[in-house]
């Protein structure tokens, strides 16, 4: 499972504060984070068993995230941070963004969780290979050699023709890891010029419209259980939301990022809790491989990025 590309700390501190470095909370925090999207990707799976419409709870998820940021955009630089200069680059945004989180979703509803968990981990390796298309970044050795470990992982977790999972779902994530990849090449673009939560708020304003429309269609009354279910999916998204948001403020990504890949031990624990399985043996052993390649990567691209010492000249 993809965690949403995560902005960077300076991002989404207000500038007049300068926020303490707690990393035991932060990592607690992305732990909770974690958890949290697993848990509404499994309401998401529950839901589409009672008749939900993936586009309905992509619809409500959005709703409560655009709610979410009116006060946190007030609580940090006001309201003046959601002013743009980008509108067309965030209309793009929100049509990849919004194809990416519609892929993530319906992959859930088609694949066992965990499964579905292991397959979105790919997001870093994938954007590594778009930077390379998209932005000809240069890529060495070492992380190439991350690529192809990661795509041995997933081979191994669907092993194709084997019919353990069923293969549109497993097309259905692929194109989602894809797909959301792209959107932090955007994002990274966007953050050339933009706070995070500017973009975080119009991707889910923007992003109202193509989903009310596609509800005029899809839209439809449900028990009071289903609409349980539906709050349960926003009020986790939000919580997970906050939750990123809160552990970047007390720690670096490349601390609490690491954090992130706990959501296989939880996709586990609720798949057996609630569907009574477990994964199946070949996602234990590609997973860590997918898992290994992307902490590598990111490791490689935070050692890069650091500016080199300079040598200090004897007096």
């Known amino acids: 499972m993809a965690l949403p590309p995560s902005p960077s700390a300076s991002e ?6 300068a926020p303490a470095h707690r990393p035991l909370f932060a990592i607690l925090t992305r732990l909770v984070a974690a958890l949290c999207l697993t848990a509404m ?24 995230g ?8 007030f609580a940090g630089a006001g309201i003046a941070v959601l002013k743009t200069s980008r509108p067309w680059t965030h209309a793009a945004r929100m049509v990849v963004g919004l194809t990416g989180m519609t892929l993530n979703f319906l992959s859930f509803t088609l694949l066992p969780i965990a499964e579905a968990t292991a397959i979105g981990f790919m997001v870093p390796i994938v954007a590594t290979l778009l930077s390379v298309i998209l932005l000809s970044e240069a890529v060495g050795l070492h992380r190439w050699a991350a690529i192809a470990l990661g795509l041995v992982g997933v081979v191994i977790v669907i092993q194709p023709g084997d019919g353990h999972i069923p293969l549109n779902g497993a097309l259905v994530a692929l194109a989602g890891v894809g797909v959301t990849a792209w959107v932090s090449i955007l994002i990274r673009k966007l953050g050339e010029t933009e706070k995070s939560v500017t973009t975080m708020f119009w991707f889910s304003l923007t992003s109202l419209f193509p989903l009310g429309i596609a509800m005029l269609f899809v839209g439809q ?8 279910i539906i709050a349960l999916i926003s009020v986790f998204g939000a919580a997970a939301q906050l939750a990123i948001t809160s552990s970047l403020r007390f720690a670096p990504i490349s601390v609490v990022l690491p954090m992130d890949y706990s959501s296989l031990i939880w996709a586990a624990l609720i798949g057996y809790l609630i569907w009574d399985r477990w994964p199946v ?6 997973a860590p491989l997918i898992i290994g390649s992307g902490l590598y990567i990111v490791w490689r691209e935070h050692r890069l990025s650091r500016p080199p010492r300079q040598s200090v000249q004897p007096t």
């Open 12 to 17: 989404t501190v207000p500038r007049s504060e």
């Open 41 to 64: 990707f499994a309401c998401v799976k529950i839901a589409s068993t009672r008749g939900v419409h993936v586009l309905e709870s992509v619809f409500y998820r959005q709703l409560t």
């Open 66 to 73: 655009l709610a979410l940021m009116i006060p946190i955009a």
């Open 221 to 228: 009354a449900h028990d009071l259980g289903t609409w349980g």
């Open 281 to 286: 043996q070949a996602t234990w052993f590609g």
